[in-house]
């Protein structure tokens, strides 16, 4: 049972956890005054910098710009989404079970967790999205040629079609591929791309739950498979090997925040490893929690002592107390 | 016509504040979480009009100056909230307010990363404050949050880009089951309500922690160093406290 005459179990002073109480010298330090002059500054600073500055605000891309920018790359990613061979349609938890989920040794949170957001890119992106146009005999017949087709004979078209829209080119208003046998394939890419330039691709792939849509996932998936996305991030330094999505459009900051997170995608094994997404975020969650967690860890906690800086900051308290000065702490056990 | 004698409504208020002290008040929760809160935290310690000698140094501005810039960032958003998510990408008032909404981010973000090194060097954590430190760690970690979902709520080739580079890294945590940053509404709801409300109330807690513990005080200087001596067996004791 505990008392209060209990006696406690003196404890060791350790420097870099303990402090000695201060019975030094009070100065006048008007709280309320520095906050409202900080709040001042603030304000002028962030209006100086807005006005110079402004803040970007380049247009999103739509299927549509994608489309009537690039129809050949917008083709190209069409017959990648309608043969399972995207990057989307390959990717995966949470999207798919058609890839491998990023994992460190038996550790994979994305295969634990599972498909959330199901994706079936032939369907969702091509063959639903042009099941929506209205009175095209012609749609109608090259979709139900192909949905008849036998799971070999559709590879067979796609990846024909696949090899041959690679030297396709846009002309008139119509993609021109070279002569082939690709089935409805070449119908379908076709219209898709001719209802991608019209824009009822994008409100198809949006639409296709609900009225009042806010869930861009298919749309945005759709787009980032194709290369027109990617040609545009990298002349605006955006790519994962610039350092990435730390950077914004033109030259603003970003999110310098994100500088150590960003780094590690550019150093090995990170940087060409299937597993760096997963490999960078468990470096990040280590450190971070060193960080938090930094009082406790003896040594870690010691660097302040060991670099001196402190005595950079406190150099009047030291100049006082190391050099006669009167209001010296005193410390008492 | 009633004329109340001041001195009886400060006599008035001064029996309301001893309240506590009567002992059939004594069981009452209301009572006794106001005598537990004041006697922690009473005003002459939640604002003191003094501090230390030692407080004397640029670097303990950056605190107030991301509160400050905590501050501006929540009153643009407030205006970019009201006026919707649409606003800013068709009105040059708009724009404008957007503008301000991101250098007051970026002025938050530099003094916050100057106010955590700055704790760093002093190793501020000391003397039972390791709370302070923590808050302080998950408040720069929730902002980053808070911070990354507004680049993913701009609807504009930055958050085209940002969410489809980010959804890998998320993705690979199996965090992007639930959080999916390609889901505008989602992460628009995630910036303009959770986020901001985590970080109000860390840095809240945060503050109340510095005003409850106190600015930390300079390492020991030679000679000052207690040695052996026995301290308290409180957690990080305060000597001589």
């Known amino acids: 049972m505990s008392t209060g005459d209990e006696i406690r179990k003196p404890r060791t002073f350790k420097v870099d956890r303990d402090v000695v109480a201060w019975h030094g010298r009070y100065a006048p330090y008007d709280l309320a005054k520095e906050f409202l002059i900080a709040l001042v500054v603030v304000v002028i600073l962030v209006v100086g910098l807005a006005v110079l500055f402004g803040s ?32 989307t349609a390959t990717y995966g938890p949470p999207y798919n079970v058609n890839g491998t989920a990023q994992s460190i040794g038996p550790i994979s949170p994305a295969k634990w967790m599972g498909v959330h957001h199901p994706i079936d890119t032939a369907q969702d992106f091509v063959v639903g999205p042009l099941s929506t146009l209205p009175d095209n005999p012609q749609v109608t017949a090259a979709l139900n040629s192909y949905k008849s087709a036998s799971a070999t004979q559709q590879a067979a078209w796609t990846a024909a079609y696949e090899k041959a829209v690679a030297n396709a080119t846009f002309t008139h ?8 046998n690709y089935g409805p394939v070449a119908t379908l890419i076709a219209e898709e791309t001719s209802m991608a330039r019209s824009g009822a691709l994008d409100g198809a792939l949006l639409s296709s739950r609900q009225f009042y849509g806010t869930d861009y996932t298919k749309p945005l ?29 033109g030259s603003y900051p970003g999110q310098a925040w994100l500088w150590l997170y960003t780094l590690w995608y550019q150093v090995p094994p990170m940087n060409s490893s ?39 900051i406190w150099r009047q308290h030291y100049r006082e107390v190391e050099h006669g000065g009167g209001t010296a702490p005193v410390p008492t056990g | 016509m009633t004329v109340t004698d001041p001195k009886t409504v400060r006599a008035d208020q001064a029996d309301l504040d001893k309240a506590a002290d009567r002992p059939e008040d004594a069981g009452q929760w209301t009572a ?24 004397a140094s640029w670097i303990y501005v950056f605190g107030v100056v991301t509160v400050s810039a905590l501050l501006v960032v929540i009153a643009t958003g407030l205006v970019l909230a009201i006026m919707g998510p649409n606003w800013w990408h068709v009105s040059s008032t708009g724009l404008f307010v957007n ?12 003094a916050m990363v100057v106010h955590l090194w700055g704790k760093f060097f002093m190793a501020a954590w000391r003397g039972r404050r390791k709370v302070t430190w923590i808050t302080g760690v998950v408040s720069f970690l929730v902002s980053v949050g808070a911070a990354f979902t507004g680049y993913l709520s701009q609807q504009n080739f930055d958050s085209q880009w940002i969410s489809t580079q980010a959804k890998d890294g998320i993705n690979s945590t199996g965090a992007g089951a639930i959080f999916n940053v390609t889901n505008f509404g989602q992460m628009i709801m995630w910036h303009i309500t959770l986020l901001p409300l985590c970080v109000l109330a860390l840095v809240g807690v945060h503050v109340v922690m510095v005003r409850l513990r106190g600015v930390v ?24 406290a």
Request: glycine share 8%.
């Open chain 2, 99 to 110: 503008s301000l909404h991101l250098w007051s981010v970026e002025v938050f973000f530099f």
């Open chain 1, 173 to 180: 208003g119509r993609l021109v591929v070279p002569r082939g």
């Open chain 1, 56 to 87: 970007p605000d380049d247009k999103p891309v739509t299927v549509r710009s994608w489309s009537t920018a690039d129809a050949v790359d917008f083709a190209q990613t069409a017959a990648t989404e309608l043969d399972g061979t995207s990057g």
């Open chain 2, 32 to 55: 006794k979480l106001r005598t537990t809160a004041v006697e922690a935290l009473p005003p002459q310690k939640l604002l003191p009009d003094r501090q230390p000698a030692y407080v």
């Open chain 1, 221 to 249: 998936l759709f787009i980032a498979d194709g290369q027109y996305l990617a040609n545009l991030a990298d002349n605006q330094h955006l790519s994962g090997d610039q350092w990435g999505m730390m950077n914004e459009t």
């Open chain 1, 274 to 312: 299937s597993n760096g997404d997963l490999q960078v975020f468990a470096i990040m969650i280590v450190l971070t929690l060193l960080l938090a967690i930094l009082p406790f860890i003896p040594g870690l906690r010691s660097i302040p002592r060991w670099t001196r800086l402190y005595r950079l």
């Open chain 2, 217 to 240: 005080p300079p390492f020991p200087a030679k000679g000052e160093v207690p040695g052996d001596d026995p301290a308290p067996a409180t957690a990080d004791a305060e000597v001589g």
